[in-house]
């Protein structure tokens, strides 16, 4: 089986960058690390820095329009969607968006990928930046119910299996891309 990166795809290349409200409890939460300690209250709110229309997919790397948001349910078991509001100088815009949780898996190949380490204040080994990435064959027969997932060695990339890349191809939705991830 194939497995991909999901990267942004054709399209406009204007985005219009959102990010957490700082006065929102929401900024406290680790949303880009893909997990969170606490639920607040809902929509999350996201302020953008301009009116450059949002594609269904990639918003500050998680965010995706319900419709996204819907597909990427049916193809996954485990997922958490929390409802998004993008504010453009405290005027709501657009629908309804959705930060998304995928699952975590170790799936990362520590001996055939190309990577830098760093150390945290904790003592706790992170990657640092990632020149080859490989995912490890062995690892990903843990994936069974889930076709949308990240690594839990590095959770802020989002990949998926080729079922899930054709679905979303076949679909209507606007701006999602595509990497092949080597697997060994």
Avoid at 24 to 36: A, G, I, V
Avoid at 90 to 115: A, G, H, L, M, Q
Avoid at 176 to 181: Q, R, S
Wanted: negative net charge; aromatic residues 14%; hydrophobic residues 35%.
């Amino acid at each position: 089986m194939k497995y991909y990166e999901i990267c942004m795809g054709d399209g406009d290349p204007r985005f219009c960058h959102p990010r957490i409200d700082p006065k929102s409890p929401w900024k406290r939460e680790r949303l880009t690390s893909n997990r969170f300690k606490e639920i607040h209250e809902l929509p999350i709110p996201m302020i953008v820095d301009n009116k450059y229309p949002p594609f269904d997919y990639l918003l500050g790397g998680q965010i995706v329009s319900k419709k996204a948001f819907e597909l990427i349910k049916s193809l996954n078991k485990n997922i958490i969607g929390f409802e998004t509001q993008m504010f453009y100088k405290d005027e709501k815009i657009w629908d309804v968006f959705y930060t998304i949780i995928v699952p975590k898996y170790k799936i990362f190949n520590w001996d055939k990928s190309d990577y830098e380490t760093s150390t945290n204040s904790l003592g706790e080994m992170f990657l640092l930046d990632i020149n080859k990435l490989v995912l490890d064959t062995k690892k990903l027969r843990n994936i069974r119910e889930d076709n949308i997932f990240t690594m839990e060695e590095e959770p802020v990339g989002i990949y998926c299996t080729e079922k899930a890349k054709q679905a979303i191809e076949a679909s209507d939705l606007i701006g999602f891309g595509f990497k092949e991830i080597p697997v060994e």
